[in-house]
């Protein structure tokens, strides 16, 4: 995939890269962002019906390789599971359509963003950069929160760790258009519910767990069974919002079942192929197109941009 050439897309995503640094440290060869992951391989097959939402590959195929990130929230590698700051988790799924033709969903554990758009979001970093937590009285970040009720919202939200990343629900938040072989179209939001059901710790239980708990935990379940996933669209209603991440469709929307993904190894050499893969939040699939959401042209800059510069570090 190119750069893109808009010098502004440019300048912001490297500001948010440079933001990140500058919360997080610097740590060359991880993601400034969700630093802290594992890789993992399976299958993905589609759910009957699904056609009628999409004409995309991975639907119209009987089955798809898969390859599936899980992570930590923030840039600090050696992240302890147990930290509050580790959620929202994150998952990113990699459709192997052919040789280097693939398409990706990346979702996170809490439904919804805390901005509208990337230079709002970029304000809540540098606010953030400019607080500190435990006496926000008077802050930037108070300041900020106090004049952005979808970022207050967020933050607040319950975010408890899961008892494994095998039991937690993820959200893609930014909607994207599907396109059936009839040319019908429609917004959806992806949801990626676990079939082990979701179970999260309490604070106390959390903490008395090892620093690697998740990590170890996945591990170990993978060996034993397929760790499986229902991916599900919830559909908008004509009219519905679908740019604007911080705007929740209502729950009554129809929910279509799209496919099941089936993970049953952990990839070899996995520090290896953390650092080479570069996720991409724009679907580039036929039957899949990106909404006018003006987080996604940007993501798609700040990961390209960010993986291009974790390739070119020494090896992990
Ligand atoms: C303007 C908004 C956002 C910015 C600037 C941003 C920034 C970043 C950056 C810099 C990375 C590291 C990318 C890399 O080096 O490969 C990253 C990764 C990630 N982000 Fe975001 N992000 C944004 C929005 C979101 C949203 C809305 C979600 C949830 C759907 C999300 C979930 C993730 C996940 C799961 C990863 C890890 C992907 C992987 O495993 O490689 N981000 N983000």
Do not use: C
Not at 286 to 310: K, N, Q
């Amino acid at each position: 995939m190119p750069l893109p050439t808009d010098e502004k897309l440019l300048a912001l995503s490297n500001d948010f890269i440079k933001q990140f640094d500058t919360i997080f440290g610097e740590h060359p060869g991880f993601r400034p962002a969700h630093a802290k992951g594992i890789l993992l391989a399976g299958t993905f097959t589609p759910a009957p019906g699904a056609e009628a939402l999409t004409k995309a590959p991975h639907i119209a195929h009987e089955s798809t390789p898969v390859t599936v990130r899980f992570s930590n929230s923030t840039g600090i590698p050696l992240i302890p599971d147990t930290d509050p700051n580790a959620n929202p988790r994150g998952l990113a799924i990699r459709f192997n359509l052919a040789e280097h033709v693939h398409t990706d969903i990346i979702s996170h554990s809490t439904d919804g963003f805390p901005t509208h758009t990337g230079q709002e979001f970029l304000e809540l970093l540098r606010a953030l950069a400019a607080s500190d937590p435990a006496n926000l009285a008077g802050s930037p970040l108070e300041a900020f929160l106090g004049s952005h009720p979808a970022a207050l919202a967020f933050v607040q939200a319950p975010k408890p760790a899961p008892a494994s990343f095998a039991t937690e629900s993820y959200f893609g938040v930014t909607a994207m258009q599907f396109i059936n072989k009839d040319g019908v179209k429609k917004f959806g939001r992806y949801r990626i519910i676990p079939e082990a059901g979701n179970q999260h710790l309490d604070d106390a239980t959390t903490k008395a767990k090892s620093a690697n708990y998740l990590f170890e935990e996945i591990a170990k379940r993978i060996g034993k069974e397929p760790v499986k996933f229902k991916i599900v669209v919830q559909v908008a209603n004509d009219g519905d919002v679908a740019d604007d991440a911080t705007i929740h469709w209502p729950e009554d929307r129809k929910l279509v079942e799209f496919g099941t993904v089936s993970l049953t190894a952990v990839v070899a050499d996995n520090d290896h192929e953390q650092q080479r893969i570069i996720f991409d939040p724009i679907p580039r699939v036929d039957g899949i197109e990106p909404s006018a959401d003006p987080l996604l042209e940007l993501r798609a800059a700040v990961y390209l941009i960010s993986g291009r510069r974790r390739r070119s570090a020494p090896a992990q």
